[in-house]
């Protein structure tokens, strides 16, 4: 199954009908995945729940029915049922209100979504929450920048070829650290492999998981760098993948478990 395909499959029908009745069972008869893994993988690979993204591309194209229609129409097809609630979303996106939309040349333009489609490299995708115990890793880092992700794929083949405790270990744990704006990609092992490595101790959290297999574990870096320019990891503590026997796990600490850390770190 190649999520993306199925996502695009979403998109699309989306799109083509934007202000109709859109139920989670036409969308989950559509792909053939039940609505709640289709909406954790929308929601992951986009940053918006399904209804989310509705709403907004609902309130987008909006605008521009505004200029010929009455306000009660336009709230009632854009779900809302009653004029206050949809003036309300309508202000939040556009900066005004529905009423000015006759006057005014400017909005707020939400795009349609198009996930990028990776061919061939995804086989028997998982998408689950799960909670991860904690975990002492030791790690050795490289810094960087935005973009540039093919130094990922570099930095494996130089680790795998200076550290053969590293290339013969039957788990390989690749750590994405975006905190304070910085990029850091650390390879680890659960044992120390290397003099200089950092000890990096992962607290215990809930995280979604997407997994899956691959012919090539080195492919998923490019999978690392599709989800992480889709789903911004600005601010977040560690994201971590895991390498088992041919098959590759990518964990993201879930909106909930993020808030707890923060609301600890704060008192």
Same mark, same amino acid.
């Given at each position: 199954?190649?999520?993306?395909?199925?996502?695009?499959?979403?998109?699309?029908?989306?799109?083509?009908?934007?202000?109709?009745?859109?139920?989670?069972?036409?969308?989950?008869?559509?792909?053939?995945?039940?609505?709640?893994?289709?909406?954790?993988?929308?929601?992951?690979?986009?940053?918006?729940?399904?209804?989310?993204?509705?709403?907004?591309?609902?309130?987008?194209?909006?605008?521009?029915?505004?200029?010929?229609?009455?306000?009660?129409?336009?709230?009632?097809?854009?779900?809302?049922?009653?004029?206050?609630?949809?003036?309300?979303?309508?202000?939040?996106?556009?900066?005004?209100?529905?009423?000015?939309?006759?006057?005014?040349?400017?909005?707020?333009?939400?795009?349609?979504?198009?996930?990028?489609?990776?061919?061939?490299?995804?086989?028997?995708?998982?998408?689950?929450?799960?909670?991860?115990?904690?975990?002492?890793?030791?790690?050795?880092?490289?810094?960087?920048?935005?973009?540039?992700?093919?130094?990922?794929?570099?930095?494996?083949?130089?680790?795998?070829?200076?550290?053969?405790?590293?290339?013969?270990?039957? %788990? !390989?744990?690749? /750590?994405?650290?975006? #905190?304070?704006?910085? =990029?850091? @990609?650390?390879?680890?092992?659960?044992?120390? $492999? &290397?003099?200089?490595? %950092? !000890?990096?101790? /992962?607290?215990?959290? #809930?995280?979604?998981? =997407?997994? @899956?297999?691959?012919?090539?574990?080195?492919? $998923? &870096?490019?999978?690392?760098?599709?989800?992480?320019?889709?789903?911004?990891?600005?601010?977040?503590?560690?994201?971590?993948?895991?390498?088992?026997?041919?098959?590759?796990?990518?964990?993201?600490?879930?909106?909930?478990?993020?808030?707890?850390?923060?609301?600890?770190?704060?008192?």
């Amino acid at each position: 199954m190649n999520i993306y395909s199925s996502l695009n499959k979403i998109s699309n029908y989306i799109e083509e009908n934007l202000f109709e009745n859109i139920t989670s069972k036409k969308l989950s008869t559509l792909t053939g995945i039940n609505y709640y893994s289709l909406n954790n993988a929308f929601s992951l690979l986009s940053g918006y729940t399904i209804k989310e993204y509705i709403r907004l591309r609902r309130l987008s194209n909006s605008f521009i029915l505004l200029k010929s229609r009455p306000v009660t129409e336009i709230a009632f097809m854009c779900g809302y049922n009653c004029i206050e609630a949809f003036s309300r979303a309508f202000k939040k996106l556009h900066g005004f209100n529905p009423k000015q939309a006759k006057i005014s040349e400017n909005f707020k333009f939400f795009p349609k979504i198009t996930f990028k489609e990776i061919d061939n490299n995804i086989h028997n995708l998982k998408l689950e929450y799960k909670t991860l115990p904690t975990l002492t890793l030791y790690a050795n880092g490289l810094e960087i920048e935005k973009g540039n992700s093919a130094c990922i794929h570099n930095f494996w083949v130089e680790q795998n070829s200076t550290y053969p405790i590293l290339q013969n270990a039957e %788990i !390989k744990y690749g /750590l994405v650290d975006c #905190k304070n704006g910085k =990029l850091t @990609y650390y390879v680890a092992l659960p044992k120390r $492999f &290397s003099k200089n490595n %950092i !000890k990096i101790t /992962l607290s215990t959290g #809930k995280y979604i998981s =997407l997994s @899956y297999k691959s012919y090539n574990g080195l492919d $998923f &870096s490019k999978l690392s760098s599709d989800i992480s320019s889709e789903y911004s990891l600005h601010g977040r503590d560690f994201d971590i993948e895991i390498y088992k026997h041919g098959e590759v796990e990518l964990l993201y600490k879930t909106k909930d478990q993020e808030a707890q850390d923060n609301s600890k770190e704060t008192k």
